[in-house]
T-cell receptor
Framework: DAGVIQSPRHEVTEMGQEVTLRCKPISGHNSLFWYRQTMMRGLELLIYFNNNVPIDDSGMPEDRFSAKMPNASFSTLKIQPSEPRDSAVYFC????????????FGEGSWLTVV | SQQGEEDPQALSIQEGENATMNCSYKTSINNLQWYRQNSGRGLVHLILIRSNEREKHSGRLRVTLDTSKKSSSLLITASRAADTASYFCATDPGNNRLAFGKGNQVVVIP
């Protein structure tokens, strides 16, 4: 299996621009997660989908952030407009079923907003 | 939300030595997971231990869980230079939402 695939791997953008991060979960997995990692705050759960439905988006920082999962094999995380404080590594992860199963992470999208 | 806290924060050891990291958490859990992250890479799952388990082994890794003390430990035996990485514990209270600790930087000196 190819694992969780994220794109782009690296992105540098100017403040105010729209950023779209993409994720393809492992085939057959029905849970998908977006995490953000920074030095200051560590790893934070942004949003959790189950069977393509957002279950918990309490970690989404503010209205500038939105996430969609139009089908079982694709999800996007969008930031509009982006700000320098959004600079971080954004990880997508997926798992099969509910709690208690291994969660597999992608390689991350390294975002820098200047 | 609860969060694992690893201790010590940074560890530097000689190749061949054992490395032990501890993780504490605050609330009840369904399971606890350990992950490794190499510099510039994603997180790699190492071991999952359920709340009704006390110890688990995987190759050179040994994980213990003490739910009465709300703590877990990760032992890496006979460390290798390739074990140099950050190690994270993550707790799952049973709702599939992992809460991660700040991570533990391990450096294995050849």
């Amino acid at each position: 299996d190819a694992g969780v695939i994220q794109s782009p791997r690296h992105e540098v953008t100017e403040m105010g621009q729209e950023v779209t991060l993409r994720c393809k979960p492992i085939s057959g997995h029905n849970s998908l997660f977006w995490y953000r990692q920074t030095m200051m705050r560590g790893l934070e759960l942004l949003i959790y989908f189950n069977n393509n439905v957002p279950i918990d988006d309490s970690g989404m920082p503010e209205d500038r952030f939105s996430a969609k999962m139009p089908n079982a094999s694709f999800s996007t995380l969008k930031i509009q407009p982006s700000e320098p404080r959004d600079s971080a590594v954004y990880f997508c992860a997926s798992s099969l079923g509910d709690s208690g199963n291994t969660i597999y992470f992608g390689e991350g999208s390294w975002l820098t907003v200047v | 939300s609860q969060q694992g806290e690893e201790d010590p924060q940074a560890l530097s050891i000689q190749e061949g030595e054992n490395a032990t990291m501890n993780c504490s958490y605050k609330t009840s859990i369904n399971n606890l997971q350990w992950y490794r992250q190499n510099s510039g890479r994603g997180l790699v799952h190492l071991i999952l231990i359920r709340s009704n388990e006390r110890e688990k082994h995987s190759g050179r890794l040994r994980v213990t869980l003490d739910t009465s003390k709300k703590s877990s430990s990760l032992l890496i035996t006979a460390s290798r230079a390739a074990d140099t990485a950050s190690y994270f514990c993550a707790t799952d209270p049973g709702n599939n939402r992992l809460a991660f600790g700040k991570g533990n930087q391990v450096v294995v000196i050849p």
